[in-house]
């Protein structure tokens, strides 16, 4: 071939090692993240096999994600420093440049700093997992997925809340260990207040009964009495102990059971009323109860 030579190949060797070199430092990082992927699913599967429930289940779920995540960071920074290494480009000056301006830099990315630690924490405390319900940062709703750097919630509404793991500063988590279903019920002041507490009670024994529901609640009813004196009626608390996530669906059945028992019993849940008062009682032979009265005459002349 015209114009090819050993010298030729020799000035090339120094290029297709460089590239070789990058293959192969491309090919190890592939297959790294492949090996840990591979490992964090095997470490998966013996830790959920020794798990102790499923609170244990979501919290080891939610940590080996964002160990993945991380580790394929780490992974994919030390891969681009030694192909930069290969191309002739010092990693030293970039270091060095880095740490001076991470000093810098760090001043005004505190907000991010905080992120990341706070996010650490989140997850090495086991304070919120993929799957609570919580309430961070006045937003409330499903966590779908955390990370170091943020968390993201889904609302009732179906909304998503993406939260910088720095602005959390209180975690309400509904979702651990146990839930209360707390129902408060009124009734009218006429009632008898221990007729009512007892009807609540048998309901609550009814729901302990039910195959369906029995799963799902861990005690009996507990009834606290009365919690206040309200304007139009008398209010009762009663609360039931059940399992994580399962408070909303046991209050609303609640509710609905004695709604149909209170109206089974003659038993009045008031609404919001007033009682006028027009004055002094007239007499027998003046306007009847409850009449309204013009305060004054009409001016002569006019007809009503």
């Known amino acids: 071939m015209e114009g ?60 080996l994600r964002a160990l993945r995540y991380s580790m394929s960071i780490v992974i994919s920074l030390a891969a681009v420093m030694m192909v930069l290494n290969e191309l002739g480009i010092s990693i030293a000056p970039i270091l060095g440049a880095a740490g001076v301006v991470g000093v810098a830099v760090g001043f005004g990315a505190q907000s991010l700093i905080k992120d990341y630690f706070n996010g650490f924490f989140l997850l ?47 975690v309400t988590n509904m979702s651990t260990g146990f839930a209360f279903a707390l129902m408060d019920i009124g009734i009218a002041y006429k009632e008898n207040v221990d007729r009512a507490i007892g009807l609540l009670k048998d309901v609550g024994r ?42 909303w669906a046991i209050r609303r059945e609640f509710l609905r059971r004695i709604k149909a028992r209170f109206d089974g019993e003659g038993i009045e849940i008031p609404f919001p009323h007033r009682t006028i008062y027009f004055g002094e009682a007239p007499k027998a032979d003046e306007a009847a109860e409850g009449e309204l009265r013009l305060a004054r005459p009409l001016a002569a002349g006019r007809t009503s």
Not at 49 to 54: C, K, S
Not at 229 to 242: E, N, P, Q, T
């Open 124 to 170: 090495l405390e086991n304070q919120i997992r993929v799957g609570d319900v919580v309430e961070i940062a006045g937003k409330s709703g499903v966590v779908e997925a955390i990370s170091l750097r943020r968390t993201r919630l889904r609302g009732y509404d179906g909304n998503v809340h993406y939260i910088a793991n720095g602005l959390v500063t209180t």
């Open 206 to 247: 009814e729901m302990r009964a039910d195959p369906a529901l029995e799963p799902r609640i861990i005690e009996d009813l507990e009834v606290a009495g009365v919690d206040s004196l309200a304007d139009s009626a008398v209010m009762l608390r009663c609360r039931m102990k059940v399992l994580p996530l399962e408070q």
């Open 4 to 63: 090819w030579n050993v010298d030729t190949l020799y000035s090339w060797l120094p290029e297709l090692k460089t590239g070789l070199r990058i293959l192969l430092v491309l090919g190890v990082a592939w297959v790294l993240r492949f090996v840990l992927s591979r490992l964090i699913r095997r470490l998966r599967a013996v830790f959920l096999a020794r798990a102790d429930g499923p609170e244990d289940a979501r919290w080891i779920e939610t940590l």
